[in-house]
């Protein structure tokens, strides 16, 4: 990837290093930021050394820098990682000025930890992203932002290396809802996905046939198209795993009860995930829908061992189109 333009000039610190928060961090270490970086698994970030990382050994060590990121699993991640022992909020002499968070973690957790950023001096933005690390290496990552109006302002040049768009939406907690209307969608879609190529297979039809087809149509989407080769080629190397999914369904649902609006499509899908999770389908990528619905059809699905075009090829991501499968 060609190095960004930039004029920035903060302090970068960053925190989590898993599947997603490692591709971001490249991203910005790409674009020739320098960024100081603690994973709880240290092995998990050596390899960003390599692209002039610096590693630290806490949470409270990147304390000192101007902007610090965090992305991690669930609630109890995010406080342990802010407010929890070692935290980088936890510090007497030092706090960020602004803290971007990008995990999806409940509204009141969130409020928590702005609360407690607030009496530091650091102004907290939710900074959800859609796509998983294979969408942000192509580029094609969009970014859902709110909190205080002039840290986003300050802080927009480096989201903006995450992919092709950022989006305010408020000054408080809005992004967090944002992206969990966004995960319901993606869990819906997915498992609607599943179903109708299963249906085709149970009726001869190869799902290389079908979801070009599919992909090809008003139907079609980018998520349909990047998520074809899994449903084809029955590669499920995880993005996101049906209990992180699970968790964003409850998520949604919890929100929905709040304001009595009924999701009854969204509650029978965390079902389906709940009775499929206590059937074993936990760390593989939550596109094994699939393979459950098809066991429940009495299916053997076999990998067609077809190339399909995910349509996240580097190519299309400079040119900022998807390729047809």
Not at 274 to 283: P, S
Request: hydrophobic fraction near 45%; proline fraction near 5%.
């Amino acid at each position: 990837m060609a190095k960004a333009k930039h004029t920035a000039k903060h302090t970068i610190g960053w925190i989590g290093t898993g599947r997603m928060g490692f591709q971001l961090a490249t991203r910005l270490l790409e674009a020739g930021h320098k960024v100081a970086v603690y994973n709880r698994t240290r092995a998990k970030a050596q390899p960003l050394a390599k692209l002039g990382a610096t590693l630290v050994d806490s949470p409270a060590a990147l304390a000192d820098r101007d902007i610090v990121f965090t992305i991690v699993g669930q609630d109890p991640d995010f406080i342990a990682v802010t407010t929890g022992p070692g935290g980088v909020l936890t510090r007497k002499d030092a706090a960020p000025k602004i803290l971007i968070d990008i995990s999806t973690v409940s509204d009141d957790v969130s409020l928590g930890v702005r609360a407690a950023a607030a009496k530091r001096g650091c102004d907290l933005l939710a900074a959800p992203i859609s796509g998983n690390p294979k969408v942000v290496k192509a580029g094609k990552g969009s970014v859902v932002v709110s909190g205080p109006k002039a840290a986003y302002d300050a802080a927009r040049p480096y989201l903006a290396t995450f992919g092709r768009g950022v989006a305010y939406v408020g000054g408080k907690e809005q992004a967090r809802l944002v992206k969990i209307c966004h995960n319901v969608m993606l869990g819906v879609v997915a498992e609607c996905l599943a179903e109708v190529s299963v249906l085709a297979s149970a009726h001869g039809i190869p799902r290389h046939a079908f979801l070009a087809f599919f992909n090809d149509s008003v139907m079609g989407s980018e998520f349909t198209r990047y998520k074809s080769p899994a449903y084809v080629n029955l590669d499920f190397a995880a993005t996101f795993t049906p209990p992180l999914l699970r968790k964003d369904l409850e998520l949604g649902l919890t929100a929905a009860r709040k304001r009595d609006v009924p999701m009854p499509v969204t509650a029978l899908v965390r079902e389906i995930l709940t009775t499929m999770i206590g059937n074993g389908y936990k760390d593989q990528d939550f596109a094994t829908f699939i393979m459950f619905l098809a066991k429940g059809a009495g299916l053997k699905l076999k990998p067609e061992n077809v190339a399909v075009d995910d349509g996240l090829s580097a190519a299309d991501a400079k040119k900022g189109r998807t390729k047809a499968a």
